[in-house]
């Protein structure tokens, strides 16, 4: 085997294992998508099509878990807080040395988020976070708790008739 045959073997298998990549991130993103919208029609929650929109996902995400509680404050409104703590906290990440400072407290705020939504969702909370944390598994454990009801939360109760 020559120098050029070596390169262009190894220029193949960078090829493949990038293809590799794009098509599981690709299916992670149908995951995803689908557990969004699926959860946001179940509760009701206006415009459930955002899950399948960059931005618009982490949207629908906090307005399924609504509110939660960080360091002693209660944060809610999270429909709009999720999606600028995302953002913001990516930007800002990219500042020199305070950068990790801001990246360190998004994936702080993210582990935190993460739990509390599938605790809304699941008795194995702390398990699909842990696993969504260090094996990038949040699309595939949302799609997997996509129909269930949320927990302790009453569930699109209709009020009483009043025919008689």
């Known amino acids: 085997m020559t120098q050029t045959d070596a390169m262009t073997a190894m220029m193949a298998m960078g090829a493949g294992i990038f293809m ?59 429909g709009l807080w999720v999606p600028v703590a995302y953002v913001g906290g990516t930007i800002l990440g990219m500042i020199p040395v305070i950068g990790a400072l801001f990246s360190i407290a998004l994936l702080v705020f993210a582990v935190i988020f993460t739990y509390n939504l599938f605790k809304i969702y699941s008795t194995q909370a702390v398990l699909f976070t842990v696993l969504s944390i260090l094996l990038c598994l949040w699309p595939v454990f949302l799609f997997v708790v996509r129909n269930n009801q949320p927990i302790g939360q009453p569930v699109n109760i209709q009020p009483p008739s009043s025919e008689q």
């Open 20 to 78: 590799v990549i794009i098509v599981i991130g690709i299916v992670f993103y149908i995951l995803k998508s689908i557990a969004l919208t699926t959860m946001a029609a179940n509760r009701g929650i206006e415009n459930p099509w955002l899950g399948w929109i960059p931005v618009g996902d982490l949207y629908i995400a906090g307005t399924l878990l609504g509110e939660m509680e960080l360091f002693g404050y209660r944060l809610t409104n999270l």
